[in-house]
């Protein structure tokens, strides 16, 4: 059975920062890619960020300078620390599990249960 389990959200100040974690369970992690997702109300959800099994990066423009993805393979976990954190970051996220066709992240049929992320002004 795979899971996919994040962790970290929470209410932060902007500015501040917060560090969400998805650890991911029955399928083979090392070759996977993996990204995160959000989703604010009313609005489709968007990705993020993603990782490739190689560790190819990539950021939406909106993120980029400010969010980290990282992935620890020993502890088939995948990360996103969040810096600077605005309003519009507000938004449920979500880890998925995927796979990577240069350059693009594609979107695996697993998702974690998602974690709510809020920024107050």
């Known amino acids: 059975q795979v899971q996919l389990v994040e962790s970290g959200g929470g209410l932060v100040e902007a500015g501040g920062s917060l560090r969400l974690s998805c650890a991911v369970s029955?399928?083979?992690?090392?070759?996977?890619?993996m990204a995160w997702y959000r989703q604010a109300p009313g609005k489709q959800r968007e990705l993020v960020a993603f990782?490739?099994?190689?560790?190819?990066?990539n950021y939406a423009d909106s993120v980029r300078g400010r969010f980290t993805i990282s992935r620890d393979n020993t502890k088939n976990t995948v990360y996103l620390q969040m810096n600077s954190l605005k309003p519009e970051d507000t938004a449920v996220y979500y880890c998925?599990?995927?796979?990577?066709?240069?350059?693009?992240?594609?979107?695996?049929?697993?998702w974690g249960q998602g974690t709510q992320v809020t920024v107050s002004s």
């Open positions: 998925n599990a995927g796979s990577f066709s240069d350059p693009y992240f594609q979107t695996g049929p697993w």
């Open positions: 029955g399928i083979i992690f090392s070759i996977r890619g």
């Open positions: 990782i490739s099994a190689r560790a190819r990066i």
